[in-house]
Each structure stands twice: as C-alpha cells, then as structure tokens.
C-alpha cells in the first residue's frame, strides 16, 4: 500500500471516530437549570419529549412567580410532584406530590419557606443538586435523604436514599397545588395494600389519576386531611385508615431503614381513570431497575437532539440551543393512555387509534 494512503486512512478514521463522539453528546449540551431564574417559569426535573409526566421539585406554590413550581433562588423544597408547564408563566399543575422525611414527628403540611421547620419542607443546596435530560437529583439536608427522579412518557420514577433509621416515612399530598389558592378542589385516595396507593385528583374541569407502587411494604401507614388542623400536627392525622377524601388530604407511609437503604416509588398518572394509570404502569415500567430507566431516558432524549446539528458554535452556544430545542419539546405533552383513551375537551373519553392526542 502507498505510505500516503497508509497515513491517511488512520487519520480518516480518527477523524470519523472523534466526528461521532462530537455529535453523540447533544444530551450533554443541555442545562435544565436554564430558565429557571428571572421569571423564565422552567423546571429543572425529569421528563421525555412530549410525555405525560413531567416530575419535578417545587419550590413555591405562590402566584406567578412559581408557576412552574421551582425558582432558582429558593432554598428549600416542598416536594415532588407530577405535573408542570414549562415556561409558559401559567398557574397550574404541581398534582400528585411526594416528600421522604425522617425523624419521629409526622408532618403532613409543607411548612413555609421563611420557616422550613414548621413541615415536612427541606433544605437545600445547588451544590447537591443536578439535572440532565430525564433525571433530576438532590440532597435533603433537613432529612438527610437523597432524592433521583427519572421518567417513562406516562410513570415517574423515585429512589430516595436513606439513613438509618426507625423513622423514616414518605408523605403524599394531594392537596398541594401550584397557584394561589393552593389547594385541590376535590381528592381521594385508597390505600390498596401495603405496598401501593392509587387516587384521584380534581382541579377545576381537570382530573389527574395516579396510582403509586413502593418498593418496599409499609411498615405504619395512615391518612391525613389539613380541613382539620390540630395545634400537633397542623391537620387531622388518621393511623392505619385506608381511604380519605376531601380537598386537602394525604397519605404517609413508614419505614426502618438501614444506612443508605434505598426505596423506589412508582407514580403513574392518567386523565382517564385509575385504570388508565394502571394500564399506563403495567405497560411502561414492570421491574424495578431505576439506573436503566434513566439511561433509557437519556437515549430517548439524545435520539431527539440529535435530530439537529449544528457547526461552528462554541460550547456555550451550544448550551442555549440544545438547551432551547430541550424546552420545545416539553411544550407539548401526550394526553392519551397507553391504550388511546383520552379525556376530550367535551368531557368524554375518546381513543386515538391512528393518531396522538396532545393536551397542549
């Protein structure tokens, strides 16, 4: 072979190898944190392209300023809940929340921000924190709990690690709500067995159904409703009831956890019913393996960026435009279950057989 050819072929290759890392990272180039400050109304959590389910921290729940539930300059977080608008500065969603806590008071309200120590609301600190495509994590320094989120279109997925404890418990609110008025108009929820929870909950014409598997039996259960504060507790605290309903009720469940004893929660929601999110759980996510999720969803999104390239950019400008072509695709979500039913503007429930029905 000439010596030229022979020489240039490698480099050929070279280049092509490189080429392809280059633009095998486009995943890498987005900075969900972007937008979250100075009223650009994004959230930083876990969700795929046009998916039903957007799970995410909320920071706040007042007005405007957190209508996507999570603000840069907040320093505590409520919770995690299902259901965002990502930013379009409307007041709505924050539907399903759950919050891991420790320590052997039972607080089932958010507490406020000025004064975390008066709920189950945490600490927290960007430097414990980070977000790519279809993950989400942070570090709870009030109840010493990591938290990692990450997603299917239709099922959120929790892994909360623990210290060691006797007392460590995760708290559902269904009266969490992001908007002034702070609550649902109407809720309930069954406690099915001792590993799963399922619901509904009614916010004006909308409803959201869930249902959520733990990975772990519950040790102590029981069902709360804030209608009814008490000066302990701040509501009415019922144990090891099965059902409630309301405008402001939960659910909390406890556990013994050994030293970084991790408990994985699977939320699945519908707009159709509690079979739906059955339908939509048993479908997307029927083991329990967190890490291949998130890598799913990392592919899920790199797949999509990568639907554009772009030359000449230098790294940061590649930030703002992947970063950008990220948020348009959470602009629009997937209405219809696994199955094709859909809640219609008319009320009824339809199937999209040939086609995908988007809420937005």
């Not at 414990?128 to 959120?156: C, H, K, M, Q």
């Not at 009266?175 to 109407?186: A, N, P, T, V, Y």
């Not at 890490?291 to 000449?312: C, N, Q, T, Y």
Request: hydrophobic share 35%; with cysteine; glycine share 8%.
């Amino acid at each position: 072979m000439d010596r030229k050819v022979s020489l240039i072929l490698p480099t050929l290759l070279l280049t092509a190898v490189i080429s392809f890392a280059q633009t095998n990272d486009r995943v890498d180039h987005v900075n969900p944190f972007i937008g979250t400050d100075f009223f650009g109304h994004t959230f930083p959590g876990a969700s795929l392209p046009y998916a039903m389910v957007h799970v995410s921290p909320d920071t706040g729940t007042e007005g405007w300023t957190h209508s996507a539930g999570y603000i840069w300059q907040a320093n505590s977080i409520i919770g995690f809940s299902h259901t965002h608008w990502s930013g379009v500065g409307m007041v709505d969603g924050g539907d399903i929340l759950l919050m891991p806590i420790t320590g052997n008071k039972l607080h089932v309200v958010p507490g406020t921000a000025e004064d975390p120590d008066t709920g189950y609301r945490s600490r927290f600190s960007h430097a414990r924190e980070s977000a790519s495509p279809g993950y989400y994590s942070v570090f709870l320094e009030d109840w010493n709990v990591e938290v990692e989120l990450t997603t299917t279109p239709r099922v959120a997925f929790h892994r909360y690690t623990f210290p060691e404890t006797n007392e460590s418990k995760i708290i559902l609110d269904l009266g969490h709500q992001i908007g002034q008025q702070k609550e649902s108009d109407w809720s309930h929820l069954q406690i099915v067995n001792d590993r799963c929870i399922e619901g509904e909950k009614t916010d004006g014409p909308g409803k959201v159904y869930f249902v959520a598997e733990f990975s772990k039996p519950f040790l102590y259960y029981g069902t709360f409703d804030s209608e009814y504060a008490t000066p302990e507790s701040g509501a009415a605290v019922f144990a090891y009831k099965n059902a409630e309903q309301g405008k402001n009720i939960g659910a909390f469940v406890t556990y013994h956890t050994a030293e970084n004893e991790q408990i994985l929660v699977k939320v699945a929601i519908s707009h159709t019913g509690i079979e739906g999110a059955r339908k939509n759980l048993d479908a997307e996510l029927p083991h329990w393996d967190f890490d291949r999720v998130k890598a799913e969803a990392r592919d899920v999104w790199e797949r999509e960026l990568s639907r554009v390239a772009i030359d000449g950019a230098s790294e940061s400008q590649k930030e703002i435009f992947y970063t950008a072509l990220y948020r348009s695709m959470l602009a629009q979500y997937i209405s219809q279950d696994v199955d094709g039913n859909y809640f219609g503007a008319d009320g009824k429930i339809h199937n999209a057989k040939d086609y995908n029905y988007y809420g937005s």
